[in-house]
């Protein structure tokens, strides 16, 4: 027993003078990239929300080309979303690649913004928008119409549905614009 209890420490002791806790701070920030407003389309949903005290969550959908996804994927720890015209900076914002379209020797990819916040701190968060900015390192990149969000009393939460057939009619509009 002496013997299976020394060497159940010896793993763990080894196991965390072997981890490698070095990399707690993102990459720096992208400055030199040029985005291109251009190659990004959003799915337009109409969302009727209701403003929870724990739990709210804004979901919104775009496709840009395969370049400008592995660029916004890698600074997503820079990115922010504000409200159009009002400002507002939405909190606690995740970014996740969806589904890879290829069309016509180009390559695209859906992409996912997930938003979630407490009723304190999407207090003061408009009560209709129909457009967001996402900004990089207080940089605007790109905005993009996402249908009408009203948040009302008599409101529903977004349920976090797409599928892929929501996105190639949007795919198809950037091909076109990129051709």
Same mark, same amino acid.
């Given at each position: 027993?002496?013997?299976?209890?020394?060497?159940? %420490?010896?793993?763990? /002791?080894?196991?965390?003078?072997?981890?490698? $806790?070095?990399?707690?701070?993102?990459?720096?920030?992208?400055?030199?990239?040029?985005?291109?407003?251009?190659?990004?389309?959003?799915? @337009? %949903?109409? @969302? %009727?929300?209701?403003?929870?005290?724990?739990?709210?969550?804004?979901?919104?959908?775009?496709?840009?080309? $395969?370049?400008?996804?592995?660029?916004?994927?890698?600074?997503?720890? $820079?990115?922010?979303?504000?409200?159009?015209?009002?400002?507002?900076?939405?909190?606690?914002?995740?970014?996740?690649?969806?589904?890879?379209?290829?069309?016509?020797?180009?390559?695209?990819?859906?992409?996912? %913004?997930?938003?979630?916040?407490?009723?304190?701190?999407?207090?003061?968060?408009?009560?209709?928008?129909?457009?967001?900015?996402?900004?990089?390192? @207080?940089?605007?990149?790109?905005?993009?119409?996402?249908?009408? /969000?009203?948040?009302?009393?008599?409101?529903?939460? +977004?349920?976090?549905?797409?599928?892929?057939?929501?996105?190639?009619?949007?795919?198809?509009?950037? +091909?076109?614009?990129?051709?």
């Amino acid at each position: 027993m002496k013997r299976f209890l020394w060497s159940v %420490i010896c793993v763990v /002791v080894l196991a965390g003078c072997s981890a490698d $806790y070095s990399a707690r701070e993102p990459f720096p920030v992208e400055q030199d990239y040029e985005f291109d407003p251009a190659l990004v389309e959003a799915l @337009q %949903i109409d @969302q %009727i929300q209701k403003l929870y005290s724990s739990r709210n969550k804004l979901v919104f959908y775009f496709v840009t080309t $395969y370049e400008q996804a592995a660029f916004l994927k890698r600074n997503a720890a $820079y990115l922010a979303l504000r409200t159009v015209p009002d400002g507002y900076e939405l909190s606690n914002m995740k970014l996740t690649l969806l589904d890879r379209f290829e069309m016509g020797g180009g390559v695209y990819y859906g992409m996912k %913004i997930q938003l979630n916040g407490t009723g304190l701190e999407w207090l003061d968060v408009p009560e209709l928008f129909t457009s967001v900015e996402l900004f990089i390192a @207080q940089q605007p990149l790109f905005q993009m119409e996402v249908g009408t /969000v009203a948040f009302r009393e008599d409101g529903v939460a +977004h349920v976090d549905q797409f599928s892929m057939e929501q996105l190639k009619p949007i795919v198809q509009m950037l +091909h076109e614009r990129q051709k």
